[in-house]
């Protein structure tokens, strides 16, 4: 089946700081790919995402491309704030694991990133 | 815009007791739904999901149970709560029919069962 593979966590970083989360996938077919945050107490925001091969996704700063060759879809940002300190969910929705018309996302662990100044 | 509501956002409950979570979207007809739950620490895990009124798929086996009343209404429930139900629970939703399958998520029920 699907599944999303995220490195562990806890990511401590200095404030400016590049970031990279490393996200690797295991899907049939033609997965759509996403990233989402969540803050602390709060429901799960969507970053950014990418629904085919070479797509590049871009929110706040925050970058991630779909890799196929190398089944990857890493998060990158050049220079990290305070206020980035999250948890980092990868997602993939694939075409195995639709039914009906409704998807179901396969999500990753999840990382900690904690910014500090 | 499309807005996902969930109420209450905080509960304690005594083991044993029933439950109710309630999920609604506005601004949007016929999404799909759907009910996670995330542990302390853990990823999300797909509890239930609903492509229309009346309509429930659950994904794993346990003591709750979900409805769908109406359209963009979406009810978590349980008779008896047990210990293991704590958790963080997330109500979702997404365009019928849409093939970037995107999920948006609410803001989360905190529950704690003691």
């Known amino acids: 089946g699907d599944s999303v593979t995220q490195m562990e966590g806890p990511v401590t970083l200095s404030e400016e700081a590049f970031l990279t989360i490393n996200c690797t996938y295991t899907?049939?077919?033609?997965?759509?790919l996403f990233w989402y945050v969540q803050y602390p107490g709060e429901g799960l925001q969507l970053l950014l995402k990418?629904?085919?091969?070479?797509d590049k996704g871009s929110n706040k700063g925050f970058e991630a491309t779909y890799r196929k060759e190398t089944t990857s879809f890493h998060l990158e940002k050049g220079s990290v704030q305070v206020s980035d300190s999250a948890v980092y969910f990868c997602a993939l929705s694939g075409w195995g694991s639709r039914t009906g018309t409704a998807s179901k996302l396969t999500f990753g662990t999840g990382t900690r990133l904690q910014v500090t100044l | 815009s499309q807005t996902i509501h969930q109420w209450p956002a905080t509960l304690v409950q005594p083991v044993g007791s029933p439950l109710s979570l309630e999920c609604t979207v506005e601004?949007?007809?016929?999404?799909?739904l759907y009910w996670y739950r995330q542990a302390a620490g853990r990823g999300l895990q797909l509890l239930f999901y609903s492509v229309g009124i009346g309509q429930i798929s659950s994904e794993v086996p346990q003591n709750l149970s979900a409805s769908r009343p109406q359209d963009r209404q979406f009810i978590l429930s349980s008779k008896k709560l047990l210990l293991s139900d704590s958790g963080f629970y997330l109500c979702?939703?997404?365009?019928?029919?849409?093939?970037?399958?995107?999920?948006?998520f609410g803001p989360g029920t905190r529950l704690t069962v003691l």
């Open positions: 990418a629904t085919k091969a070479d």
């Open positions: 899907a049939t077919g033609y997965p759509s």
């Open positions: 601004g949007t007809s016929n999404p799909n």
């Open positions: 979702a939703w997404s365009v019928n029919g849409r093939t970037t399958d995107t999920q948006y």
